[in-house]
DNA sequence: TTGAATTTTTAGACTAGTCTAAAAATTGTT
DNA sequence: AACAATTTTTAGACTAGTCTAAAAATTCAA
């Protein structure tokens, strides 16, 4: 079993999520700008992982993992994701103080241990943000009928599922404005200039911007 | 707050560890077999954590560590313990399987996180191996009236309390014998010539040498 | 108390991961 | 197609942690 560093694991999980909303390669600026790093230390750990078989890789072409790359990666966000429900669950911490704890429990080392926590969680199917977590055997099972509130049509209800962002004060807007997961909406309106979507939350009125309507995921009733 | 590097914090739990069963300064020489490396890579070690004032080191006179030190070193402890705890009493870990985990761990930063999983937990008193486990405060409560089984004297009746050694093959042994914390044993008989130690464990003797009688702690009744 | 054995430190090297600055390759635009 | 802008890689340096081999200090024992 090949043994890998925390940094290796970081870059590999970047890579994934990049890699599910970008066709093809996955440039070394773009990872550089996920990784908060420079674009030469990209360069060399790219080296490096296409070494190991990770991923593929050539000279100004950017990467894509190798199935061994993406088994690798679905196994730490698996263990990010059961771990952030652990704390959420049974620590009663709040969904937006969750992440930088689990950006460290990703990279304990012991499947028996992940498995364990899987029972001990009652097989969850998502994370506290509506994130789904990838099973044991990495299969990540498909979340039914949501859209993005972005996409949503005026007089719509729906259901929150899911945030794709989990950034701490993205997060507490969200909790500041009483929305949850599980929480029902009603969209009002929407503007036309600028995207602005309108929306009954709990009796309020709340506008949300579309950079903001692209990040929360609903399944209308 | 200092934030410390992984092999630092192993550094500052050996020396605390070392020291509590050592008078005045740990040498060089003991703290790289404790921590399976070479003199030479303590030296440059200890050499930091003195910059950083963790510990108090002058050239070949060993090291302590300072009060600072000793509360870091505790912490870590701390949350070894907890974790451990977490894996039998909540995972159905055997106390045998736990250490290897809780040293990955017990290096998880956040201290909100230690003291939520200590409550989730009942305020446990001592880890899976009778180990007491430090308080919030970095305090030890003392653990009443317990002796070492190499201490014992024939024909007492006593209840297992602890292990000192959590190497999993030890731990092993001790299963197979079905020796638990909680265990009653009464002490049959001691040899003389070397010192072993026959005792009863649920109907059946066990023979201990003197070595493996210095790792058990027990409470006489 | 002096020489030998042991312990400890230093010197120099290596790996992993990162950085800056400069060079090279690619891309885009006229 | 040529040149400019952008992206990416290379070269060289730095820190952390480790190692081996050699030098220095301490300890032990005759
Ligand atoms: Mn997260
Ligand atoms: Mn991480
Ligand atoms: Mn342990
Ligand atoms: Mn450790």
Chains 1, 2 share one sequence.
Not at 39 to 49: F, N, P
Not at 95 to 100: G, N, R, S
Not at 127 to 154: A, C, F, Q
């Amino acid at each position: 079993m090949l043994r890998l560093t925390q940094s290796e694991e970081n870059y590999l999980k970047a890579i994934f999520t990049l890699s599910q909303d970008t066709e093809g390669a996955i440039s070394t600026n773009e990872l550089a700008e996920k990784m908060l790093t420079k674009a030469s230390s990209v360069t060399d750990m790219l080296k490096k992982l296409c070494e190991k078989e990770l991923l593929e890789y050539q000279k100004y072409q950017g990467c894509a993992l190798t199935n061994e790359g993406k088994s690798h990666a679905l196994a730490i966000i698996r263990k990010h994701r059961l771990w952030e429900t652990f704390l959420v669950d049974k620590l009663s911490f709040g969904w937006d103080e969750v992440h930088e704890i689990a950006e460290q429990l990703e990279h304990i080392q012991s499947t028996e241990l992940t498995d364990r926590l899987d029972e001990f969680l009652g097989f969850p199917k998502v994370d506290p943000h509506g994130e789904p977590i990838p099973g044991k055997d990495g299969r990540i099972e498909s979340v039914s009928n949501r859209i993005l509130l972005s996409e949503s049509v005026v007089g719509m209800r729906a259901i929150i599922m899911g945030v794709e962002d989990d950034q701490t004060e993205f997060l507490q807007y969200l909790n500041k404005i009483g929305l949850h997961l599980g929480t029902q909406i009603d969209i009002l309106d929407k503007l036309n200039f600028d995207g602005s979507i309108i929306v009954m939350i709990n009796d309020k009125q709340v506008q949300f911007s579309i950079t903001i309507a692209k990040q929360i995921s609903i399944k209308p009733l």
